[in-house]
Nanobody, 125 residues
Framework: QVQLEESGGGLVQAGGSLRLSCAAS????????MGWFRQAPGKEREFVGA?????????YYVDSVKGRFTISRDSAKNTVYLQMNHLKPEDTAVYYC?????????????????WGQGTQVTVSS
């Protein structure tokens, strides 16, 4: 069993930056693919990006965040990060981290087993 807890959300002006953290407990997530998703009011949950497990550590991003968002992991801290730069009002959403017990990255929410409670990110114009 893996428990995930996001932190780092908040209110930021357009053009600003935030770093979200996803701390895992229960077991090591080094082998897990870790995904970030977001859900804006009235919209479906959307894949933002993911980092593959173990030495792959390949990263994948949705086109709308490429070049602005970066996912990384610190295996010693059992934590994954989402660095968000050049934020836009359309990035406003609740951000969730999720874990998948496979090295292979997937972009569908249903492919992820464990979820955090989410953290709100609000970008003002």
């Amino acid at each position: 069993q893996v428990q995930l807890e996001e932190s780092g959300g908040g209110l930021v002006q357009a053009g600003g930056s935030l770093r979200l953290s996803c701390a895992a407990s229960g077991r090591s997530i080094a082998s897990y693919t870790m995904g970030w998703f977001r859900q804006a009011p009235g919209k479906e949950r959307e894949f933002v990006g993911a980092i593959g497990g173990w030495s792959t550590s390949s990263t994948y991003y949705v086109d709308s965040v490429k070049g602005r968002f970066t996912i990384s992991r610190d295996s010693a801290k059992n934590t994954v990060y989402l660095q968000m730069n050049h934020l836009k009002p359309e990035d406003t959403a609740v951000y969730y981290c999720a874990a998948r017990s496979s090295m292979v990255v997937r972009t569908l929410a249903n492919d992820y087993t464990y979820w955090g409670q989410g953290t709100q990110v609000t970008v003002s114009s």
